[in-house]
């Protein structure tokens, strides 16, 4: 089974430059979340998916970052314009729902390393 | 706000010595708690969940303990090994799941 996948895995940008990220979720896996891990640092979530809802987006920041997920399966995190401070690793997990006989146990992809330049 | 805390920072053993890495979380409302491993440059591998109904989990060498009423959990690795050098995170699910994760711990084993 094939697990969470992520591109790119590498991102160079100059500042003010948009940039993208792309997600697969695990197949069947209805919740998705974005992830931001700066060096040193624990993972601190972006935006969690329930299939195509944005259940929690407190964390991410709308003037220049912003996530979608059509269809409930793919994911895109867009940050337009790039800033120095962003330069960190982009993951993203999916899990099933905690409960109803689920753990909810998260499954993470490779992870984006962006570099803002 | 739910906070994780991770003691140590980093760690160095030589290989064979059976070591504790420390976890502990200030809100014990919690739902699980995740230990994951991150090998530079990579994304997190999961290692063993324990639900907020048991008290411990086993998966080879490696034994987790949670102690919710005091907000602590312990990894245990046993006889450990060079390929065991990783950093160590702590994950715990509370609140309208929302999963927070302490810093982490450096673990470097030597042959």
């Known amino acids: 089974e094939a697990g969470v996948v992520q591109s790119p895995r590498y991102k160079i940008i100059e500042k003010k430059q948009p940039v993208a990220f792309w997600c697969n979720p695990i197949s069947g896996h209805n919740t998705l979340y974005w992830y931001l891990q700066n060096l040193g640092q624990g993972p601190e979530l972006l935006i969690r998916?329930?299939?195509?809802?944005?259940v929690d987006d407190s964390q991410l920041p709308k003037d220049r970052f912003s996530a979608e997920r059509l269809k409930g399966v793919d994911s895109t995190l867009k940050i337009q314009p790039a800033e120095l401070g962003d330069s960190a690793v982009y993951l993203c997990a999916s899990s099933l729902d905690w409960g109803t006989g689920n753990t909810g146990e998260l499954f993470f992809g490779e992870g984006s390393r962006l570099t803002v330049l | 706000k739910q906070e994780v805390t991770q003691i140590p920072a980093a760690l160095s053993v030589p290989e064979g010595e059976n070591l504790v890495l420390n976890c502990s979380f200030t809100d014990s409302a919690i739902y699980n708690l995740q230990w994951f491993r991150q090998d530079p440059g990579k994304g997190l591998t999961s290692l063993l969940l324990?639900?907020?109904?048991?008290r411990e989990q086993t998966s080879g060498r490696l034994n987790a303990s949670l102690d919710k009423s005091s907000g602590r959990s312990t990894l245990y690795i046993a006889a450990s090994q060079p390929g065991d050098s990783a950093t160590y995170l702590c994950?715990?699910?509370?609140?309208?799941?929302?999963?927070?994760f302490g810093k982490g711990t450096m673990l470097l084993v030597s042959p």
């Open positions: 998916y329930e299939n195509e809802e944005a």
């Open positions: 994950a715990v699910l509370s609140g309208y799941s929302t999963l927070t």
């Open positions: 324990i639900q907020s109904s048991q």
